[in-house]
């Protein structure tokens, strides 16, 4: 399980997300259940946190990141 932050786009709620896959393939937003809009709505994919530190990843370094392990591949 990886540990994400997401906020609602449409209430600005934030909130983890755990999940085994990765989200960082999904452009930066997702459709899921808000528990305060009592509905599905976008969320705008925030950040990771790093599985082995704790630490937290916004996107922009998500982003630069995985440029990074391209440019090695
Ligand atoms: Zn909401």
New binding site residues.
Partial sequence: MTKWMIR?T????EMEFNVAFDLSKLNGHLFIY????K?N?EHDILGVFDPFTERFIDKNELANLKFKSIEMD
């Avoid at 449409?10 to 709620?13: A, L, P």
């Fill in positions: 609602c449409r209430c600005g709620t808000c528990n305060k809009c509905a709505t």
